[in-house]
Each structure stands twice: as structure tokens, then as C-alpha cells.
């Protein structure tokens, strides 16, 4: 079994930053890209970074200049820093990882149980 546990999200007023945390374990052999996505009321989910087993990162436009993601391998983690928030980027954040599990070939996606972050005044 795999399981992504994330963590950090809450109320935050405009202008302020919050952190989120995702851990992956269970029976992990490797992790490929790793990212965090987002679903606001009557929206579609959608990408707000993403990032490499080796380092490489990838971000909504929206969210370039304000967001970082980072990850650290020995611990299976990915993390988003989240500055300048706007009430905009009010949402459900979930993560997300490619995952290849101990004793099998091929790598799986896996997902977080989404925590939410709420940037109101």
C-alpha cells in the first residue's frame, strides 16, 4: 500500500503565505514527477506545479513568481510555498505522485486526500 499524507493548509488573509507538505510511504520502490493540484467551487480541478525526480519544475501561470515546489527524495516529500496569496487561489489542494510500488513493473498515479486553503480577509 501507498498513501500520500499532506499537511499545512488553513486560513490565510490576502498577501500572506502558507506551506504544504505531502509524505509519501508504504511499499515505494521509486517516485517519478511529483506535483500539487487544486479545485476551487465550480471548477475544474487543475495543475498548480509539478516537479521531477530530478529537480526539474513546472507552474501554472497563475501561480509563477508567488509558488514554489520543492521535494526531497530521501523523504519522499514534496512541499509548495505559497506567498503573495490571493482569494483567487482559495481551493482544495491536492497532491499528486508517479508512483512505482516494491515488486511491480510499472508506476501508478497516487493522490492525497486534498486539504484546503482559504485566502480570505
Known amino acids: 500500500q501507498v498513501q500520500l499524507v499532506e499537511s499545512g493548509g488553513g486560513l490565510v488573509q490576502p498577501g500572506g503565505s502558507l506551506r504544504l507538505s505531502c509524505a509519501a510511504s508504504g511499499s515505494i520502490f521509486s517516485i517519478n514527477d511529483m506535483g500539487w493540484y487544486r479545485q476551487a467551487p465550480g471548477k475544474q480541478r487543475e495543475l498548480v506545479a509539478a516537479v521531477t525526480s530530478g529537480g526539474n519544475t513546472n507552474y501554472a501561470d497563475s501561480v509563477k513568481g508567488r509558488f514554489t515546489i520543492s521535494r526531497d527524495n530521501a523523504k519522499n516529500t514534496v512541499y509548495l510555498q505559497m506567498d503573495s496569496l490571493k482569494p483567487e487561489d482559495t481551493a482544495v489542494y491536492s497532491c499528486?505522485?508517479?508512483?512505482?510500488?516494491?515488486?511491480?513493473?510499472?508506476?501508478?498515479?497516487?493522490w492525497g486526500q486534498g486539504t484546503q486553503v482559504t485566502v480570505s480577509s
Open positions: 499528486h505522485a508517479d508512483i512505482r510500488r516494491s515488486g511491480f513493473r510499472r508506476y501508478a498515479d497516487y
